[in-house]
């Protein structure tokens, strides 16, 4: 952990918060997390659906800002506890205006916690409600490349061209295969992170029009501020090693993930 704490920086143009769990934040309010979110020219917050005992939850904190926005689905974690009363819920809820993308759904073969049948089976029931829905979807993918490439397949006429496979951790064939159906990637505090250089050269392969900036607070919290519960108003230090890395002005990373965000999930400019 990097024993040096800086103020964290403030860019003149804002930035999207695109991928955090506001209801999985413990170490401050709500209301304080959104005020320091604010000061630090954060425009917008997408929290993010993953268990269907939080989907409500979600669409609870759409409310507690205007500029709040949340998705619903489930993770592959919670893969095995997905039913068809959970779908239908999932399937009521999508087309509020404050829900922008049906996630974080996927499949995660490094942890295992739902048997990979299962996972696999609810990724496609999920895939599914997307393309009903004509919303971007928010893809989680661990360990589980082939099998992701292969059921995206399945959907590719059906799918809207908007998306993201978030906290991109996974290898080059992934990336080039979600780069060539136009979506983007998603990039958080694990490029900081001193043995994150295959991350790293993920994000010099991608394009600066198909990145995305996230924290997935309260998780992977960047340096220099390691050890501490991450918050979405750490994301500037995203966006600095994002430009570090691909040796681009900041202000071009800025401007260019805020677009990204907008055509991605808000269907702008």
């Not at 099998?147 to 080059?172: N, Q, Y």
């Amino acid at each position: 952990m990097s024993k040096t704490r800086r103020e964290i920086p403030i860019f003149e143009h804002p930035i999207i918060e695109t991928h955090c769990h506001l209801d999985y934040l413990k170490d401050r309010p709500l209301a304080e997390t959104l005020a320091e979110s604010r000061r630090v020219n954060i425009e917008r917050i997408i929290t993010i659906a993953v268990a269907p005992d939080n989907l409500a939850a979600v669409r609870t904190l759409c409310q507690a800002a205007p500029w709040v926005y949340g998705t619903q689905g489930i993770h592959p974690h919670e893969a095995e506890h997905y039913t068809d009363a959970v779908e239908r819920e999932i399937r009521e809820h999508v087309p509020n205006p404050d829900i922008v993308a049906v996630g974080e759904i996927g499949l995660d073969y490094y942890y295992d916690h739902a048997d990979r049948d299962v996972q696999r089976q609810v990724f496609r029931r999920q895939l599914q409600i997307a393309c009903d829905a004509g919303l971007p979807v928010v893809i989680h993918s661990r360990e589980a490349d082939e099998d992701t490439i292969a059921i995206l397949k399945e959907f590719e006429h059906s799918l809207t061209r908007r998306g993201v496979i978030h906290s991109f951790t996974s290898g080059p064939g992934l990336a080039r295969y979600a780069l060539d159906q136009g979506w983007c990637l998603g990039f958080n505090g694990i490029t900081t992170f001193n043995k994150a250089e295959n991350v790293r050269d993920i994000v010099r392969m991608t394009p600066i029009e198909q990145i995305l900036l996230e924290t997935d607070a309260p998780f992977l919290t960047p340096v220099p501020y390691r050890g501490k519960e991450n918050a979405p108003f750490y994301l500037p230090f995203v966006a600095e090693k994002i430009a570090e890395v691909k040796g681009l002005a900041l202000e071009q990373v800025v401007r260019q993930t805020y677009l990204n965000s907008l055509r991605t999930f808000f269907r702008e400019p």
